[in-house]
Nanobody
Framework: VQLQASGGGLVQAGGSLRLSCAASRRTFRFDVVAWFRQAPGKEREAVASITSHRQNTYYQDSVKGRFTISRDNAKNPVYLQMESLKPEDTAVYYC????????????????WGQGTLVTVSS
């Protein structure tokens, strides 16, 4: 499964970005999709995830109230809307998918996108 992550860029602190994760197969809509990020010198960490049918969501504490993960299963992409960005949000963001249940453990996800760089300047 090829995942395509896009939407990263350079933004000032307090700004917004929307990341997109799309897949090349129609059954992507049945996957749990998660966004992970990895900052220089740090481990990869789970940022947010969303299930398929009930669209249950999870957010890391540091992004609650600022980031929103969403999906429209009829249109394929999964989005991560990021508001009130902070310099500490700077990282490469990856989308990943799996079935059947969500996990915070990146090693449980077999399918990955290539990563998109988000840089937040102070």
């Amino acid at each position: 499964v090829q995942l395509q992550a896009s939407g990263g860029g350079l933004v000032q602190a307090g700004g917004s970005l929307r990341l997109s994760c799309a897949a090349s197969r129609r059954t992507f809509r049945f996957d749990v999709v998660a966004w992970f990020r990895q900052a220089p010198g740090k481990e990869r960490e789970a940022v947010a995830s969303i299930t398929s049918h009930r669209q249950n969501t999870y957010y890391q504490d540091s992004v609650k109230g600022r980031f929103t993960i969403s999906r429209d299963n009829a249109k394929n992409p999964v989005y991560l809307q990021m508001e009130s960005l902070k310099p500490e949000d700077t990282a490469v963001y990856y989308c990943a998918s799996k079935r059947p249940t969500a996990s915070l453990n990146s090693s449980k996800y077999p399918y990955w996108g290539q990563g998109t760089l988000v840089t937040v300047s102070s």
